[in-house]
């Protein structure tokens, strides 16, 4: 398809566990960017990457998360030894990377920590 | 603190009511931007205001984003059962204008 695809949408670990999240953007997008939405929260920025520059991974919550983008393509969401509060829909977007263009979501990938 | 504030926080209506819904901020933000979220899928964008004052209209729905650009209305005229879904504001700040912060929505639902 034409817009950004996640993957897995749906995925159930165990509290210590790792995961990844996958995100392919739309062809041409230089601009990636990872959101994580919490049960009555906004979206929260994670973490922006754009062309070859260093992302900006302010908005990550702690040091167990990590992301990278391969080839400025594809991008993984690593999140170590989960916890309970990793539980949310983790949402990611792409643009053509000039500032306030329109940032394109992908359907999420629904994390839940048992 | 939430940085911008919506309200209200939950809507339901009935079909060809008109309603109005607000984002709010102590902040000042270059831009300001509007999405709807239906269940199980992301964030689409319905519009981007960006200069204070702007009136934005989109068939039934009418935008404005404030004079001082630390506020934001969205105005749906003859609400119909397919306007309903979770309505998000997210502003744009100075040189990091990529990096959107969101409100936390308005549930809109419309009976039929």
């Known amino acids: 398809g034409a817009g950004v695809s996640q993957s897995p949408s749906n995925k159930v670990t165990e509290k210590g566990k790792d995961v990844e999240l996958r995100c392919d953007p739309i062809s041409g997008h230089t601009a990636l960017y990872w959101y994580r939405q919490s049960l009555g929260q906004g979206l929260e920025f994670l973490i922006y990457?754009?062309?070859?520059?260093?992302?900006?991974k302010s908005g990550l919550p702690s040091d167990r998360f990590s992301a990278e983008r391969t080839g400025g393509s594809v991008s993984t969401l690593t999140i170590q030894r989960t916890q309970q509060e990793d539980s949310a829909v983790y949402l990611c977007?792409?643009?053509?990377?000039?500032?306030?263009?329109?940032?394109?979501f992908g359907d999420g990938t629904r994390l839940s920590i048992l | 603190t939430q940085l911008l504030e919506q309200s209200p926080q939950f809507l339901s209506i009935q079909e060809g009511e008109n309603l109005t819904v607000y984002c709010n901020s102590s902040s000042v933000f270059s831009s300001l931007q509007w999405y709807r979220q239906e269940p199980g899928e992301g964030p689409v964008l319905l519009v981007t205001v960006v200069t204070g004052g702007e009136v934005k209209k989109l068939k039934r729905l009418t935008f404005q984003f404030g004079d001082a650009r630390k506020d934001s209305s969205l105005h749906i005229t003859a609400a119909q059962p397919g306007d309903t879904g979770l309505y998000l504001c997210a502003g744009a700040r100075g040189g990091s204008n990529y990096k959107l912060t969101f409100g936390k929505g308005t549930l809109l639902t419309v009976n039929p």
């Open positions: 990457f754009q062309g070859n520059s260093a992302p900006d």
């Open positions: 977007a792409s643009s053509r990377g000039h500032s306030n263009q329109p940032q394109h």
